[in-house]
């Protein structure tokens, strides 16, 4: 998991690295914050590994993925959709959410999801959607941006 965060500034946002890398026995990865207030988080998070951002007492999960993106080895119109499902922990409450890639208003599918004081949007998913190697659930790795509200 590879997790940073974006502090504010005078002029606006700008960029603070907290890059935590753990390896699979050390369990589960934290953001740690020199002190400062956070604003928003970026976690990438592995199916079936749980991010968790320590400052905010959040935990992240994947549960699912619905890749219906265009594959690589085809031509399309419009690149798809990809939605992936999120089980959130905070301080003994939880809650599942749907976030995805962007789409038209007007299909209505999934986009952001907000959760308490917290906004959750998918930045990208890999690996892309292939016909010839399907990614499995364990293959994926969502960028989600976390905002603080």
């Given at each position: 998991?590879?997790?940073?965060?974006?502090?504010?500034?005078?002029?606006?946002?700008?960029?603070?690295?907290?890059l935590?890398l753990?390896?699979?026995?050390?369990?589960?990865?934290?953001?740690?914050?020199?002190?400062?207030?956070?604003?928003?988080?970026?976690?990438?998070?592995?199916?079936?590994?749980?991010?968790?951002?320590?400052e905010?007492?959040l935990?992240?999960?994947?549960l699912?993925?619905?890749d219906?993106?265009?594959p690589?080895?085809?031509?399309?119109?419009?690149?798809g959709?990809?939605?992936?499902?999120?089980?959130v922990?905070?301080?003994?409450?939880?809650?599942?959410?749907?976030?995805?890639?962007?789409?038209?208003?007007?299909?209505?599918?999934?986009?952001?999801?907000?959760?308490?004081?917290?906004?959750?949007v998918?930045?990208?998913?890999e690996?892309?959607?292939?016909?010839?190697?399907?990614?499995?659930?364990?293959?994926?790795r969502?960028?989600?941006?976390?905002?603080?509200?």
């Open positions: 998991m590879i997790l940073q965060r974006v502090a504010a500034s005078g002029a606006g946002m700008a960029l603070a690295s907290a935590a753990t390896s699979a026995c050390a369990g589960p990865p934290t953001v740690k914050v020199q002190g400062g207030h956070v604003d928003t988080y970026t976690v990438t998070v592995a199916a079936g590994a749980p991010a968790v951002v320590a905010e007492g935990t992240l999960s994947v699912a993925v619905n219906s993106r265009c690589v080895e085809v031509r399309c119109i419009w690149a959709h990809a939605e992936i499902r999120l089980k922990d905070q301080k003994g409450s939880s809650a599942e959410l749907s976030i995805g890639t962007p789409a038209p208003a007007a299909m209505n599918l999934a986009a952001d999801a907000t959760y308490g004081r917290y906004r959750f998918l930045q990208s998913l690996p892309a959607k292939s016909l010839a190697n399907p990614p499995a659930l364990a293959d994926y969502a960028t989600v941006q976390i905002e603080k509200r």
